[in-house]
């Protein structure tokens, strides 16, 4: 079982939807969690840190549950712009940080 | 924000070349930098972390002589693919995090390097 697993998708949504991506981790000593974005070819780029108490940002909503080891990120009202490949990110406390596999996300006129 | 600084870009070479891919930390000291490879359609893959004035530290399967690591200061980690074959064709990415941040601060990536063997 990979330490950090996310939805293989890919997700194809119009634009205007909701789409909502989870994310597991195994290791239960894990203390922070991101989500990142990676367009074909670029660097991943921080999207959001991902906070106990939950938090927004614009049209994204990162949410974490410790007790079932799952992360998620909603993205609201889909724009054109937000394909790409989301990136879960989880950090251990020796300061080690994998990575999920990515999710693809397209949206469509 | 912090900037990492990663060249060249984009490498072609022939087989049998070494190519060198440079990162640095531009605004913040790094003690350790990481470096990374991307196959299409699939996610990064950790080679190896680079610790600064010592040696680096190899993943599972990564051969040490083929993917040199130097990082000779806080701000510069070198990756040196030696005797490049096609088959090492990919993209690579270092990243790296301010050694004044917590350890579990978020990382900074270079733009990366797209390297073609011919």
């Known amino acids: 079982r990979k330490e950090v697993e996310q939805d293989p998708g890919p997700f194809n949504v119009p634009e205007g939807a909701t789409v909502a991506f989870n994310c597991t981790y195994s290791?239960?000593?894990?203390?922070?969690f991101f989500w990142y974005r990676q367009d074909c070819r670029k660097e991943p780029k921080l999207l959001m840190s991902?906070?106990?108490s939950g938090n927004e940002d614009g049209r994204f909503t990162a949410q974490l549950n410790r007790a079932s080891q799952y992360i998620s990120l909603l993205i609201r009202d889909s724009k054109l712009s937000d394909s790409a490949t989301y990136l879960c990110?989880?950090?251990?406390?020796?300061?080690?940080?994998?990575f999920g596999d990515g999710t693809t996300l397209t949206v469509k006129p | 924000g912090a900037v990492v600084s990663q060249h060249p870009s984009w490498v072609i070479c022939k087989s049998g070349t070494s190519v060198k891919i440079e990162c640095r930390s531009l605004?913040?000291?790094?003690?350790?930098m990481f470096w990374y490879r991307q196959f299409p359609k699939q996610s990064l893959m950790l080679m190896a972390t680079?610790?600064?004035?010592?040696?680096?530290?190899?993943e599972q399967g990564v051969e040490k002589d083929k993917f040199l690591i130097n990082h000779a200061s806080l701000t510069l980690s070198t990756l040196t693919v030696t005797s490049a074959h096609p088959e090492d064709s990919s993209f690579y990415i270092c990243?790296?995090?301010?050694?004044?941040?917590?350890?579990?601060?978020?990382?900074?990536f270079g733009s990366g390097t797209q390297l073609s063997v011919l």
């Open positions: 990110v989880v950090n251990t406390n020796a300061g080690k940080s994998t």
């Open positions: 680079s610790n600064e004035g010592s040696k680096a530290t190899y």
């Open positions: 991902v906070y106990s």
């Open positions: 605004d913040f000291q790094a003690t350790t």
């Open positions: 290791n239960s000593a894990s203390q922070s």
């Open positions: 990243s790296a995090r301010d050694q004044g941040g917590s350890r579990y601060e978020k990382l900074f």
